[in-house]
């Protein structure tokens, strides 16, 4: 994504990383639902919920920045 955000044109780059991270936020939310109950996830289960609180950061990033076309 380092490499992409660097290359591709800003509306590009901000649709690409919302997608992306709504994806990944998705499949974390999906592993913190199927681990519920089990005493010994409670590791990945917070580490889930970290991960979904960055992706829902990238997102309000991404909806929010300014962008200016390149010349």
Same mark, same amino acid.
């Not at 960055?54 to 990033?61: C, E, G, L, P, T």
């Given at each position: 994504?380092?490499?992409?955000? =660097?290359?591709? *044109?800003?509306?590009? +780059? *901000?649709?690409? +990383?919302?997608?992306?991270?709504?994806l !990944?936020?998705?499949?974390?939310?999906?592993?913190? =639902?199927?681990?519920?109950? *089990?005493?010994? #996830?409670?590791? !990945?289960?917070?580490?889930?919920?970290?991960?979904?609180?960055?992706?829902?950061?990238?997102?309000?990033?991404?909806? +929010?920045?300014?962008?200016?076309? #390149?010349?």
């Amino acid at each position: 994504m380092i490499f992409l955000s =660097v290359f591709l *044109k800003p509306q590009i +780059n *901000k649709w690409l +990383n919302i997608c992306i991270a709504a994806l !990944y936020a998705a499949m974390s939310i999906l592993i913190i =639902v199927s681990t519920l109950g *089990k005493a010994w #996830h409670t590791f !990945y289960i917070l580490f889930n919920l970290i991960e979904v609180f960055v992706f829902a950061m990238i997102i309000h990033q991404a909806w +929010n920045w300014p962008f200016k076309e #390149h010349s």
